[in-house]
């Protein structure tokens, strides 16, 4: 057995930079036709100069050219002028409350005391990336989250909102409340619980921000996706850390996903004989929600057992070392 | 300020053996008038022999004769005559479902399925200790054997059953409502939540069995403990494992505990106004409930900085290299 799917789009990426971006972009670049680039460096990318040094960057370490990444400015208060002249170089702005997650230390307390950069944003048609976590009980925080959304979504009605890497189930009614909210999906909340976080020996290679959360959760958002539902788009949130951040004393989070993302996809929609819906999540929803038209890809699918490498630099993939069942590659166009 | 505890007691220790038990030992002897030692080792104590081999091999490491090691055997299907001619030499048999924790792969499938072994501990009266946890989702697994728990008080009303490391709210109601069913509560779960573990950067020093639960649970046993509960008996389960296997793929569970347990129980008592309620909890409870003599032991508590040690042999312990307001030590009788 064996499929196409078009032009492949991970709509949630981090590459870092240096030796670490030359090590894990083939892992993007091979096999998508375009990926949201996440801002979080250090420092953060708040300006259009380190925003179009940072593309050039990924554009000087990508051999393949059907792939565009799509550039994102770490939410501060950027004023009108500043928004419309980033504007023809982003996909989006991205939005970190202070200290949730790697690289958030100079994120927002408050997102909706912004008024004046959301006003500009939605009148400028720049969309908003959300990570959608308080400061709260861990397993909570995405939960807690839904009310600013909820208020984001009502006080920016033409505002197009994406809630990333949603985890929990609470977060599914909030799409069908209001037509400007829409969400990325990675594959781990989409595949694994805190139970393979934690439930055996402890795992740190699984562990990550927003945290895995509960079986219910789980079935909640693979239900979701296997109906196909037009606001969901795949993003990675791969991100990777060099093995010695994650088996120490304080291991960094993030699974870096990005090398077997497909074939897992292609693992879990053809269990549950939803290949066909494969490419509305992997490219046409994204295309559609933020009006892309991404670079030609053919990317074919098969059902052939497939070992993923132990390592990508210093960065040890999920999955490291394991034969998978199915294997995506670049087909000849 | 300063108190005295007399004959304090862990009703609940992992002490391993070999080099570990050598290294471990003196945390707790030079503090402690006795201790429950667990039978979790490889192979499992299952017969006297074995046990008595075992106690042997703590008394030659103990310098200190004013501690009292109170020996169990671990759950299997004993005759009456081995719990008869083991009574003598221990204090209970640990129950293990299979596979919950470390050394566990010989525990038993379905505690309520050992009828005969429970009746013959019940007319020799001889305690059972448990190890509450199903195999369900890692939040819910103590929560889960509430049942189990409550249809072993009523089947067997006169065995004295003790919820070991009790770590969720769920726990308390059920030792109101049998007269037979008492607890042990570490330090680590009276103090730490899952955001401890994970909430921030991942901390493999702090990954437990059961798992660290959420602020109410926390909230629950803290109240419960501060109330004086005559059925809460401090269990440190303190659990050492080589630092090579805690800050690696695959982290084991466990935290070192007997260092600092007196003097972090000190610190939490008496932020709470409740100094005088600690001789119950670290000692008195445990000798009604278990009718001990322990040696006479007098520790002394003073407001007195403290270094906790980066190491015990291999072992890091909870709080390493940090400074403690509070010291424990023994005083001269």
Redesign the interface.
Known sequence: MNWIIQSPLDMHLHVRQGDMLQAVLPATTGLFAGAVIMPNLVPPVTDLDMLIAYRDDIMRHTTDPSFQPYMTLFFRDYSAAELEAARPHIIGVKLYPEGVTTNSEHGVRDALAYDKVLDAMQALDIPLLVHGETHG???DREREYMSVYDSLARRFPRLCIVMEHISTRDALPLLDRHENLFATVTVHHLLL???D???G?????L?CKP?LK??ADREALQAAVLSGHPKLMFGSDSAPHPVDK????????GLFTAPVAIALLAEFFHRHQATDLLQGFLSDHARRIYRLNPPAKKVRIEQTPWRVPERYGTVRPYRAGETVPWKASVSAP
């Open positions: 009980f861990v397993m619980t805190l139970d976080l934690a439930g020996l402890l795992q740190p290679h562990f945290i509960t079986p994650k088996e120490s004393c304080g291991c960094a989070a």
